[in-house]
Structure formats: C-alpha cells, structure tokens
C-alpha cells in the first residue's frame, strides 16, 4: 500500500509560482509512474504533468507546457510539480498519483491517490 501526501499549495497572485510536493511511502517508488491531477468543483478531474518512473519522460497538458515543470527524486521518494506564471485557471485541488509499471494509463487505472492540496491563483 503506498501512501502519497502533497503539500506546497496556496494563494499566489497571477504571475506568481509555486512548488507543490508529493512524498510517498509505503512502496517502492522507483516502480510509479507519478502523475498530477488538478480539479475544480463540477468539474472532472484532469492530467495535468506525468513522469515516468525512471524519470526520464514526461509529458504535459497544453495548457500548462512551457510553465509548469515535473520532476521526481527517487531518492526522496518525492515527486514535484514547479509552477511558473501561475494563471487564475490554474486555480484547482491538485492531487499527485501513482500507477505501478505503466506509461500510458487512465486516470481510473491509477493505483494511489493523495488527498489533495488546494492552489488558488488570484488575479
């Protein structure tokens, strides 16, 4: 059972940046895919920036691509997601998520799921 737990969310003002972190435990996760999601109420939830589990590939929603930067330390059992020019529409509850051993996966096919850390872009 693998635990994740994200922090680094708050209020930025347009323009701004933030850091968010996702530390994981109970697992190996050098075998995770480590995924980030962001939702808003009413809305689904949707793939925001995914990396591999050895780290080297990465992709991103267009929406995000040239901003936001995904990256993990494997060593720290930490996966993170630096955000850059921070938009009101970035405004969302960000979850992280891991699914074992799989590049191209569905959001339902994701094994683990944090609790979420809300980033609330002000404009």
């Known amino acids: 059972q693998v635990q994740l737990v994200e922090s680094g969310g708050g209020l930025v003002q347009a323009g701004g940046s933030l850091r968010l972190s996702c530390a994981a435990s109970g697992g190996t996760f050098s075998d995770y895919t480590m995924g980030w999601f962001r939702q808003t109420p009413g809305k689904e939830r949707d793939v925001v920036a995914r990396i591999r589990w050895s780290g080297g590939i990465t992709t991103y929603a267009d929406s995000v691509k040239g901003r936001f930067t995904i990256s993990r330390d494997n060593a720290k059992n930490t996966v993170y997601l630096q955000m850059n020019n921070l938009k009101p529409e970035d405004t969302a509850l960000y979850y992280c998520?891991?699914?074992?051993?799989?590049?191209?996966?569905?959001?339902?096919?994701?094994?683990?799921w944090g609790q979420g850390t809300q980033v609330t872009v002000s404009s």
């Open positions: 998520a891991a699914v074992r051993r799989r590049w191209v996966a569905v959001k339902s096919e994701y094994d683990y």
